[in-house]
């Protein structure tokens, strides 16, 4: 009976390690899709806001800004005014949202090799955020500053009321400007210098603390301090180029006056007599945005001496009103307004609203336009135009296809290790349910009896009685052994 018990215990050791190895295989956490590359950034921007994201890993390739793609939803390729930089083993990626509605958004890195574990993986990185109803104070241009000497930003008041905005720099550098107002619509050029008495040995990555009433951003600055004391083959500053540059809009500014319930068109020009521009994004002021429509909103690129055509549609309303605002014109080197006084006064024709002209065409006036519902992204880039209720959309002028599916890798595994371990049991039990009873013929000489559950020989007649010849074979061997 010994022997039997300690089977029985075999079979209980194996039962537990089989349920152990199921629980561990279903609950424990398992990594994330990105797994040792990592995005780290907010997941929340008001409008206007500085995007800063910080990628972290161990990548075999760099990435670049053809790896970066920003996703609205379901669409991808937005424009985006944005760029990537590399601070010491991290990429740094900061983008421009002036312009971007509210609403749900992806940063996605794709087409880059990285380690995962002892795994070179290509698998899409994917950080996701969100853009608020709410506007930013100010914004910052550009949003990371690598130097390795005096270095500039500009600051521009996104209201339409003034700010007061602080500047906290750490001790590595300093600024006469700690403290400044700016008017409504109003761009400051902040100068730094850096601190020799700080004692930088070493390539440091330091942030300035910019606040105002309602907003704070951390402006990151990347130092090559290796290079302070020996100014041979300075590095070039990313800061912006003060407003009056050869990047502008003409006329800088207008004055108009219209009546309500009225619509006007107007043409204005941006001039490039400097370099290649890239990446122009035309962003209103926040109080101007329900009296104008501009076309284009962004300019993939501007050529050296070149112009560029953009027609501001105006809208009024029923209320009478004078209002001051600002058109941005946005690069990653540029930021230069146009200044709007627009007068509303009372019509003294009344009649009927005239019906607001769209700038934008409708996307099923495209050929083979159509929007693509949720779940799947357009083959090529997307177009901004207008849906049946007059509303913005990104137009497909391609083909929808559904999103990629995530790799089923880590399940494929996992239902591998189950069915192994389902076929280690069956072929346990099965082992064990063939084993007879070992027969003892000592105890068959002393005439002991055995119960029925003990011994029941198999015969081929289908019960638990012996045969004849199995009779006599036991019965001969008995008789052996007694005297």
């Known amino acids: 009976m010994k022997k039997r018990k300690l089977k029985l215990s075999g079979k209980l050791v194996i039962l537990i390690i089989a349920i152990v190895l199921m629980f561990v ?3 424990t956490p398992k990594p994330t899709l990105t797994g040792f590359a990592i995005i780290e950034q907010d997941i929340q921007f008001d409008q206007g806001e500085n995007l800063i994201a910080v990628i972290s890993g161990n990548f075999i390739e760099q990435i670049t800004k053809e790896n970066i793609i920003f996703y609205r939803g379901h669409i991808s390729g937005i424009p985006m005014n944005y760029d990537v930089v590399k601070i010491g083993t991290d990429f740094y990626v900061y983008a421009l949202l002036l312009g971007k509605p509210a609403g749900n958004y992806s940063l996605v890195v794709d087409g880059v090799s990285y380690w995962n574990g002892i795994q070179i993986s290509e698998e ?43 500047l906290t720099p750490p001790d590595s550098f300093i600024t006469q400007e700690n403290s400044f107002d700016l008017i409504s619509g109003q761009t400051k050029v902040i100068n730094f210098e850096i601190n020799l008495d700080s004692n930088l ?15 704070e951003y951390q402006l990151p600055v990347f130092f090559y301090p290796e290079l302070i004391n ?15 540059s050869n990047f502008k809009i003409t ?15 107007k043409i204005f020009y941006i001039l490039n007599q400097g370099l290649r521009t890239e990446n122009i994004s035309l962003v209103t002021s926040q109080n101007m945005e329900s009296y104008l429509n501009v076309s284009p909103e962004f300019i993939s690129v501007l050529e050296e001496n070149s ?19 600002h058109l941005f014109a946005i690069s990653e080197n540029f930021t230069t307004p146009l200044f709007i006084n627009l007068e509303i006064i009372e019509n003294p024709n009344s009649s009927e609203p005239s019906p607001r002209e769209n700038s934008l065409p409708y996307c099923r006036d495209l050929e083979g336009g159509k929007v693509c519902p949720s779940g ?31 790799p089923a890798t880590g399940k494929i595994i996992g239902w591998i290790i189950i069915v192994v371990i389902i076929v280690v049991l069956v072929l346990f039990f099965l082992k064990h349910k063939r084993i007879r009873p070992k027969v003892d013929l000592l105890d068959i000489a002393k005439g002991k009896k055995r119960s029925h559950s003990e011994f029941k020989p198999r015969n081929n007649y289908g019960d638990n009685k012996m045969d004849f010849e199995q009779k006599n074979r036991i019965n001969r061997k008995r008789d052996d052994f007694l005297p």
């Open 307 to 325: 112009t560029e055509q953009i027609e501001i549609n105006f809208t009024s309303g029923e209320e009478e009103i004078r209002i001051s605002g």
């Open 376 to 406: 799947e992204m357009c083959s090529i880039s997307t177009n901004l135009a207008m849906d049946e209720d007059n509303e913005m959309v990104y137009c497909c002028l391609g083909n929808c296809e559904p999103l990629p599916e995530k």
């Open 25 to 27: 295989l279903f609950y």
């Open 201 to 215: 040995t070493s390539q440091t990555l330091e942030y300035i603390q910019i606040t105002s009433e309602s907003t």
């Open 230 to 244: 020996n100014q041979t083959n300075p590095i070039e500053v990313d800061g912006p180029e003060t407003n009056d």
């Open 124 to 166: 899409r990185i994917i950080k996701n955020f969100t853009i608020t109803e709410n506007s930013t104070d100010f914004f910052v241009n550009p949003g990371v500053v690598l130097t390795n000497g005096n270095f500039s930003f500009e600051i521009t008041n996104f209201k339409n009321v003034r700010r007061t905005i602080e």
């Open 251 to 265: 006329p800088s500014g207008i004055n108009l006056s219209m009546y309500t319930n009225s619509n006007l068109t």
